[in-house]
T-cell receptor
Framework: DAKTTQPNSMESNEEEPVHLPCNHSTISGTDYIHWYRQLPSQGPEYVIHGLTSNVNNRMASLAIAEDRKSSTLILHRATLRDAAVYYCILRDLRGGSNYKLTFGKGTLLTVNP | KAGVTQTPRYLIKTRGQQVTLSCSPISGHRSVSWYQQTPGQGLQFLFEYFSETQRNKGNFPGRFSGRQFSNSRSEMNVSTLELGDSALYLC??????????????FGNGTRLTVT
């Protein structure tokens, strides 16, 4: 299964941009890159996903490298509510036995006031 | 729209007992998947149900089983509980599950403690 590698933790200041990196060097052509985050005492929450092109939504932006072996989740202005564990995962739409959604350990983001 | 509801929120069981956890998906979602989250192993996929059929299964022993009802609600059962089964059990729903790129919607989980 294609795996992802993320830093264990990162720190940011409130209202500053945050760039959360993710390496996925063994990504296959059918893998979508998804990001979720998990706030304390809650289940994971979807943030954004993409395949090849950069993506934007109201929560964040996703920048995908040209070779797709890495991606970066960008929070444009971090708030205290963004403090969470961020997971970068790969979803293979072929499904079947290829569906092994692996979350990994994620990146713990701390936001300082 | 109501979110994914998991009950109970907390559960304490004794080793050797069995437990049943419940998950009500978002209305209209036909896929329900279950995950185990522990500090050491992180989030691990247990299985996925779609239209009352198990469609995918992770690498867990047969003591872990599940089912899905015609209204898409799902239950997960763990028999002969072991101390290592203590974890947060999460379920997630989506419209079509593994063949669809829609986001997964997670509940807040059931915290199971085995003593």
């Amino acid at each position: 299964d294609a795996k992802t590698t993320q830093p264990n933790s990162m720190e940011s200041n409130e209202e500053e941009p945050v760039h959360l990196p993710c390496n996925h060097s063994t990504i296959s052509g059918t893998d979508y890159i998804h990001w979720y985050r998990q706030l304390p005492s809650q289940g994971p929450e979807y943030v954004i996903h993409g395949l090849t092109s950069n993506v934007n939504n109201r929560m964040a932006s996703l920048a995908i490298a040209e070779d797709r072996k890495s991606s970066t989740l960008i929070l444009h202005r971090a708030t205290l509510r963004d403090a969470a564990v961020y997971y970068c995962i790969l979803r293979d739409l072929r499904g079947g036995s290829n569906y092994k959604l692996t979350f990994g350990k994620g990146t713990l983001l701390t936001v300082n006031p | 729209k109501a979110g994914v509801t998991q009950t109970p929120r907390y559960l304490i069981k004794t080793r050797g007992q069995q437990v049943t956890l419940s998950c009500s998906p978002i209305s209209g979602h036909r896929s329900v998947s279950w995950y185990q989250q522990t500090p050491g192993q992180g989030l691990q996929f247990l299985f996925e149900y779609f239209s009352e059929t198990q469609r995918n299964k992770g690498n867990f022993p047969g003591r872990f089983s599940g089912r899905q009802f015609s209204n898409s609600r799902s239950e997960m059962n763990v028999s002969t509980l072991e101390l290592g089964d203590s974890a947060l059990y999460l379920c997630a729903s989506s419209p079509l599950g593994t063949v669809d790129n829609s986001p997964l919607h997670f509940g807040n989980g059931t915290r199971l403690t085995v003593t």
